[in-house]
């Protein structure tokens, strides 16, 4: 386990205001999903904003970006020696798929031990193909339509880790440039999306291939750019002050939510991407409280993404009535249910997820290792 003190540091070489948009980025999800909750309950004297359903799919967007921009980033640290494609498939694995297996067990039993007291009732085991397919971010229909997993939140992580698997086999091909042939890749599917319909099976090629080949895919080569362009800047970046960064880049996540284009959405997530990575905090700022706050969240934003579900359904039981009151007490309870669950999710990410991880790879990895998915 990290020592408190420090998991509580900002690591070498961490680009804090991207800490902090892992982090807004997670939250996003979990107002989203707090939201229909009290929707579901008929805690909301209206229907919930178009935008409000957008904040969870464009926190997860997000989440493709950054993918996209650390994948590249953490590649090129050491030009001379870049991980082997094996290296690096295996490192990710090791950081996204012990916490998502470890989530999806305990979602199962949690389903079947509360099932009647919230609202879902129609609670069934998994069957062991929908375990196999889930454990190897393999994806499928389930049982309710939808082209999910058991644990429902693990259809982003079909997205990465077939990114990975593309990434891994860039590296594999050309340990250098392989980012190139990547790059390509990713363009083709996104190209041929527009070709391929929705499939009915459940199972099989045509479900992978259309799930591959969807417009999320540019959002990994957005990421991938924006990193190339950080290091032919060097230090040459411009800088502004950290809560100036963080400020455009939130309301820039703010606006996708609210865009009705995939487009638009897509190019005001690369925006806020854009702002964190490509301007500096300015050095007094570095290790100040606000720059440890945003590390913090960063830090804790795959477990937040994990582990929201597990306590908002109480949460949204236990205060539906004060929901229904007007705006005011709503937003205090969005507050704090995003309080809540980023103070789960941390303890999550210091109690389990690293120690987890770090004993999988027989290592005492920094935190700054731990890069969010």
Same mark, same amino acid.
């Given at each position: 386990?990290?020592?408190?003190?420090?998991?509580?540091?900002?690591?070498?070489?961490?680009?804090?205001?991207? &800490?902090?948009?892992?982090?807004?980025?997670?939250?996003?999800?979990?107002?989203?999903?707090?939201?229909?909750?009290?929707?579901?309950?008929?805690?909301?004297?209206?229907?919930?904003?178009?935008?409000?359903?957008?904040?969870?799919?464009?926190?997860?967007?997000?989440?493709?970006?950054?993918?996209?921009?650390?994948?590249?980033?953490?590649?090129?640290?050491?030009?001379?020696?870049?991980?082997?494609?094996?290296?690096?498939?295996?490192?990710?694995?090791?950081?996204?798929?012990?916490?998502?297996?470890?989530?999806?067990?305990?979602?199962?039993?949690?389903?079947?031990?509360? &099932?009647?007291?919230?609202?879902?009732?129609?609670?069934?085991?998994?069957? $062991?193909?929908?375990?196999?397919?889930?454990?190897?971010?393999?994806?499928?229909?389930?049982?309710?339509?939808?082209?999910?997993?058991?644990?429902?939140?693990?259809?982003?992580?079909?997205?990465?880790?077939?990114?990975?698997?593309?990434?891994?086999?860039?590296?594999?091909?050309?340990?250098?440039?392989?980012? $190139?042939?990547?790059?390509?890749?990713?363009?083709?599917?996104?190209?041929?999306?527009?070709?391929?319909?929705?499939?009915?099976?459940?199972?099989?090629?045509?479900?992978?291939?259309?799930?591959?080949?969807?417009?999320?895919?540019?959002?990994?080569?957005?990421?991938?750019?924006?990193?190339?362009?950080?290091?032919?800047?060097?230090?040459?970046?411009?800088?502004?002050?950290?809560?100036?960064?963080?400020?455009?880049?939130?309301?820039?996540?703010?606006?996708?939510?609210?865009?009705?284009?995939?487009?638009?959405?897509?190019?005001?997530?690369?925006?806020?991407?854009?702002?964190?990575?490509?301007?500096?905090?300015?050095?007094?700022?570095?290790?100040?409280?606000?720059?440890?706050?945003?590390?913090?969240?960063?830090?804790?934003?795959?477990?937040?993404?994990?582990?929201?579900?597990?306590?908002?359904?109480?949460?949204?039981?236990?205060?539906?009535?004060?929901?229904?009151?007007?705006?005011?007490?709503?937003?205090? $309870?969005?507050?704090?249910?995003?309080?809540?669950?980023?103070?789960?999710?941390?303890?999550?990410?210091?109690?389990?997820?690293?120690?987890?991880?770090?004993?999988?790879?027989?290592?005492?990895?920094?935190?700054?290792?731990?890069?969010?998915?």
């Amino acid at each position: 386990m990290i020592p408190l003190h420090n998991a509580l540091r900002i690591e070498q070489g961490q680009i804090v205001a991207l &800490q902090l948009l892992r982090g807004v980025a997670a939250l996003a999800v979990v107002v989203e999903h707090l939201l229909q909750r009290y929707e579901k309950r008929g805690a909301l004297p209206a229907e919930l904003p178009e935008f409000v359903a957008k904040l969870g799919q464009t926190g997860v967007f997000a989440f493709f970006a950054i993918s996209g921009f650390i994948m590249v980033f953490i590649t090129s640290r050491d030009r001379q020696a870049p991980p082997s494609g094996a290296a690096f498939l295996r490192a990710r694995f090791l950081r996204v798929a012990p916490l998502y297996y470890l989530t999806t067990l305990l979602i199962v039993v949690f389903a079947w031990a509360t &099932q009647g007291l919230g609202t879902l009732s129609d609670f069934r085991f998994p069957t $062991l193909a929908e375990w196999v397919g889930s454990f190897l971010f393999i994806p499928h229909r389930g049982a309710n339509g939808l082209i999910q997993p058991i644990y429902g939140l693990g259809w982003s992580l079909h997205y990465e880790m077939f990114f990975y698997l593309l990434f891994a086999a860039g590296l594999a091909i050309h340990r250098r440039h392989g980012v $190139l042939l990547v790059l390509a890749v990713l363009g083709l599917l996104a190209a041929l999306g527009p070709l391929i319909a929705a499939p009915a099976d459940r199972w099989g090629l045509s479900v992978i291939a259309y799930v591959f080949t969807r417009p999320v895919m540019l959002i990994f080569m957005a990421g991938m750019i924006l990193a190339r362009i950080r290091e032919r800047c060097g230090d040459r970046l411009p800088s502004a002050p950290l809560p100036l960064i963080a400020s455009v880049a939130i309301a820039a996540l703010w606006l996708a939510a609210t865009l009705e284009t995939i487009g638009a959405m897509l190019g005001a997530i690369v925006l806020a991407l854009a702002v964190c990575v490509l301007v500096v905090p300015r050095d007094r700022e570095a290790g100040g409280r606000f720059a440890m706050f945003s590390s913090a969240m960063g830090n804790a934003s795959y477990s937040i993404y994990l582990t929201h579900s597990f306590v908002l359904g109480a949460f949204a039981a236990a205060t539906s009535a004060i929901a229904a009151e007007g705006p005011g007490p709503l937003m205090a $309870l969005v507050l704090m249910a995003c309080t809540g669950c980023f103070i789960l999710g941390w303890l999550t990410w210091h109690l389990i997820e690293v120690p987890m991880t770090n004993r999988l790879r027989g290592k005492r990895s920094r935190p700054s290792e731990m890069v969010a998915p």
